[in-house]
């Protein structure tokens, strides 16, 4: 299993932008897909990216389409979340997460059971 550890949450007004961070321990990071998931007060939690094992590939929540870019180094065992223009809506705790099964050739589609670790969570919080 891995342990993952977010960070770079904080409190910015609508059109700013953050850069969350996911650092991962284990050696098995680099084969599997990693994935964003975000929840807002007594909403469910949603997908946000997923990106493939190994960076080729990405995929994308329409509602963040085109404004956060998922990315990740794999010698350094982190994963990124760009996120730019942001908006009010994106408020929420975001989670990072890892893919339960290694080098899944398609990650468009995968869904919140798929992955097997999850980190604690960091708060974005966007003001009007």
């Known amino acids: 299993q891995v342990q993952l550890v977010e960070s770079g949450g904080g409190l910015v007004q609508a059109g700013d932008s953050l850069r969350l961070s996911c650092a991962a321990s284990?050696?098995?990071?680099?084969?599997?897909?990693m994935g964003w998931f975000r929840q807002a007060p007594g909403k469910e939690r949603e997908f946000v990216a997923v990106?493939?094992?190994?960076?080729?590939?990405?995929y994308y929540a329409d509602s963040v389409k085109g404004r956060f870019t998922i990315s990740r180094d794999n010698a350094k065992n982190t994963m990124f979340l760009q996120m730019n223009s942001l908006k009010p809506e994106d408020t929420a705790e975001y989670y990072c997460a890892a893919d339960s099964r290694p080098r899944r050739g398609v990650v468009a589609g995968i869904g919140l059971g798929d992955f097997g670790s999850w980190g604690q969570g960091t708060q974005v919080t966007v003001s009007s």
């Open positions: 990106i493939n094992w190994s960076g080729g590939s990405t």
């Open positions: 284990g050696r098995t990071f680099s084969s599997l897909a």
